[in-house]
């Protein structure tokens, strides 16, 4: 679901090599931090799907949980803050044109996209809006990670998902009145105030301590993965319970329009670097940057201003995304990594 978990690790996997990465240059890491990146990519998925079967097969068992998941996305968006660095924003200020073209590609495609597969599928009232409100969500749990191993700019990736995440508290809300407001009502100024209280409240709260405990985080930041990954199953299993009786009627719609969604992402989002003339390594991070959403986020809002039904597509792609995002890095990393931008 949310970066957190994933950004958590790519910083621990880079953190001796902090000034190789910011060259861009993944190959520059040690096999132990290739085999961690992987078992994340592996485990994380497999975990938030077992954490859906539970929330499944015993619904009862998270019975009046709903109202704790804004509290849960929280603690996942204090661990991605407290994993922030002052070389993140430096990253922005290096290369305001690349960023730029992230941001953009990434708010305007996969919201598109989002209402685009809504009409094609003829999606339920329900189901549409949660799709398109996964669209409108800032860049997603393992695109740092994932573009790390696909060989990618990871630098970039770094840059493009922490600056989604600071504006979506004014991005995320009117994309998602306009695209989905004929759907379902969209309280838009509700929405700004949640993303505030769980998503940039919290971030900033993990960077101040960062700040002043910094020698402390740092013994810590191997376990804030695990703590972030375990949070967001949660986040699932409370969203898969909630809309149960649901899901066995929808699953299957659900998955086609997740799939097309995510699929179309990454595509598209490759394609915009390459017309950016980003460099095959750029390319690659705007294709998982795109394609990758913050479906914690998602999930929490569609819960709240929607209904536990319209969670559904969150809790998808939160599995999909990791295990489509893991396929592609393979594939990228199997071709080389290519010429940088020129």
Not at 39 to 52: C, E, H, K, N, W
Not at 91 to 100: H, Y
């Amino acid at each position: 679901m949310h970066r957190a978990a994933h950004q958590a690790l790519s910083r621990t996997v880079r953190t001796e090599r902090t000034e190789r990465a910011e060259r861009n240059d993944p190959l520059a890491t040690d096999p132990t931090g290739d085999r961690s990146a992987r078992r994340a990519v592996t485990v994380f998925p497999v975990l938030v799907l077992l954490a859906g079967a539970l929330g499944l097969l015993l619904p009862g068992s998270f019975t009046g949980w709903s109202g704790a998941v804004p509290y849960l996305l929280g603690v996942v968006m204090f661990c991605m803050g407290i994993t922030m660095t002052p070389q993140d924003f430096r990253g922005v200020a290096k290369r305001p044109w690349a960023v730029a073209l992230g941001l953009g590609a990434h708010y305007v495609i996969m919201p598109g996209l989002g209402w685009a597969v809504a009409h094609l599928l003829d999606l339920p009232p329900q189901l549409a809006a949660g799709v398109i409100l996964v669209g409108c969500a800032p860049s997603g749990t393992a695109s740092n990670v994932v573009t790390y191993l696909a060989r990618g700019d990871v630098a970039l990736s770094v840059s493009v998902a922490t600056v989604s995440t600071l504006v979506a508290p004014l991005v995320t809300p009117p994309l998602t009145l306009l695209l989905a407001g004929e759907y379902l009502p969209v309280d838009a100024g509700s929405m700004v105030t949640d993303i505030l209280k769980t998503v940039l409240l919290p971030v900033l709260a993990g960077v101040v301590v960062r700040l002043l405990a910094g020698r402390y985080v740092q013994r810590a930041l191997p376990a804030l993965p695990w703590l972030s990954a375990l949070t967001i199953a949660v986040i699932v299993a409370v969203v898969v319970a909630g809309s149960a009786d649901a899901i066995k009627s929808a699953a299957g719609l659900v998955f086609v329009a997740v799939v097309l969604h995510n699929g179309l992402g990454l595509a598209l989002g490759y394609g915009a670097g390459r017309l950016g003339r980003l460099g095959e390594p750029g390319s690659r991070a705007m294709a998982f940057e795109v394609g990758m959403q913050n479906s914690g986020l998602a999930a929490s809002l569609a819960t709240a201003h929607f209904s536990p039904l319209a969670a559904l597509p969150a809790a998808v792609f939160s599995v999909w995304h990791n295990v489509s995002g893991a396929v592609v890095a393979a594939w990228f990393s199997r071709r080389g990594r290519g010429p940088a931008a020129g």
